[in-house]
């Protein structure tokens, strides 16, 4: 056994340096492969990865919620303010998410740079969308339901909410160009950076808006029509709509989850809505000796009037369920708002322009041709949805900014 020791211990090293080196050859042929020229342009083998490190950071936006909400309820009125809310609003935003993600300050200095350079459409796709959602010609009803300020604020969370994860991904994730897409992240409350912006800056801000807006519309509510008011207008009318709806609504009360009574609700009602100018905005005549032509501009249609009369059909309370005026007055309102939001969606608006177009013609072509009978009346709408706003809106401490000129007062809070 002795002299067979040598023999074994031979063998053990041997094994021993084969295993070594096909170690160290592993290792060589991956080493190389690494470093081997990519044929593919564009892409890489060994991509870089973004590394960031959260840390906690409160969302700091001081702004006047009273104020936000009165140029929220009027964005036509107040346009320029508007846009510079929704500057301060989006910078708000890329600074708190820099801020989580502990950017270097350099970054953090160009945040703004940075934004500014997505602010001019931004802005404006902030506003059509606003308007196109929001019925700025049903403040008076909505501010009636105690829900003025309350829907303005909910508009601008739907807004907000559809733009600010492209927002974040244009200029924060941008910054950090670093030529790959993997993202690596550690930190307390690790999120994505649209995550962050979302749920610790939009939705804590608009639910803080959300409380004062419903304090103002109880407020404003009650003192609507305090005094009798008695004013000149100057309307034409053009198209009228009439319709009728219903609503059924059941209302439970539960204990431990289980329904245990129920109010069966059925209200409906008839709308009889008008379309047309409101010529004391703007209306003008010029006479073009030139083109030989007199061209009548009027503003664009709108909603000059609407009527609802409601009606309970069914009214069926549950024997632990009680009815409150918040109940009944809600479904009136849901229904005043469909017939307005289907008046705003069908082709009333264009139907309107071909009436008034037709009238002008009917009243003013006479006179027109009496001047010459080469000279031609020509109809034109100004869409200008800067200078257009609805002068019934009420101008108190409640739906008016506090200052002559709110974009200084919130542009101090940066």
């Known amino acids: 056994m002795a002299a067979n020791l040598p023999g074994g211990l031979g063998f053990g090293k041997s094994l021993l340096y084969i295993v070594l080196a096909l170690f160290v050859g592993l290792v060589l042929v991956k080493y190389f492969l690494n470093k081997a020229p990519s044929f593919s342009p564009g892409y890489t083998s060994n ?64 945040v703004e740079k940075e934004y500014q350079k997505h602010h ?39 807004v907000a909410s559809k733009y600010t994860c492209f927002l974040i991904n244009h200029v924060i994730v941008t910054m950090l160009k670093a030529g790959s897409n993997n993202f690596s992240a550690k930190g307390r409350k690790i999120d994505t950076p649209c995550g962050i912006a979302m749920t610790e800056a939009v939705r804590p801000m608009m639910k803080r808006m959300e409380d004062k807006a419903a304090i103002l ?38 204990i431990w989850g289980y329904a245990v009574s129920s109010t069966d609700i059925e209200v409906s009602a008839i709308s009889v809505l008008k ?9 003008n005549v010029d006479l073009n000796s030139k083109k030989r032509t007199v061209e009548v501009t009027l503003p664009e249609p709108r909603i000059l009037s609407h009527e609802v009369y409601p009606r309970i059909d069914k009214l069926d309370i549950g024997w632990m369920r009680e009815v409150e005026n918040a109940d009944l007055n809600r479904n009136f309102n849901v229904l005043r708002g469909e017939f307005r939001r289907e ?26 041709s009496s001047m010459s009978k080469s000279y031609k009346l020509k109809v034109k709408f100004r869409g200008n ?15 008016a900014p506090k200052t002559k000129n709110p974009e200084h007062q919130l542009s101090e809070s940066f």
């Not at 309820?73 to 510079?84: L, Q």
């Not at 008011?229 to 009360?253: H, Y």
Request: proline letters at 4%; a negative charge; hydrophobic letters at 35%.
């Open 275 to 283: 379309v047309g100018f409101k010529l004391n905005e703007y209306f």
């Open 385 to 399: 949805p800067d200078e257009d706003f609805d002068p019934d809106i009420l101008d108190n401490a409640n739906t």
């Open 217 to 254: 519309d109880f407020a404003t509510s009650k003192g609507i029509l305090e005094e009798k008011v008695e004013k000149a207008i100057a309307e034409l009318a053009t198209m009228e709509l009439r319709d009728k709806k219903g609503l059924s609504k059941q209302l439970q009360t539960k």
């Open 47 to 110: 991509p870089k990865e973004i590394q960031v490190t959260y840390v906690p950071s409160d969302y700091k936006y001081d702004i006047d919620d009273e104020n936000a909400i009165a140029i929220l309820s009027n964005p036509h009125r107040y346009r320029r303010e508007f846009n510079n809310l929704i500057y301060n609003f989006n910078l708000s935003l890329l600074k708190h998410v820099a801020k989580r993600m502990n950017l270097p300050d350099s970054l953090q200095r160009n």
């Open 120 to 158: 001019d459409y931004l802005k404006q796709l902030y506003f059509n969308d606003f308007v196109h959602i929001k019925d700025t010609t049903a403040n008076m009803y909505e501010t009636w339901y105690e829900n003025d300020s309350k829907s303005a604020v909910e508009v601008m969370n739907e």
């Open 343 to 368: 008046a705003l969606e069908s082709d009333l608006m264009d139907k309107a322009k071909t009436q008034a177009d037709e009238l002008m013609h009917l009243m003013l072509q006479p006179l027109v």
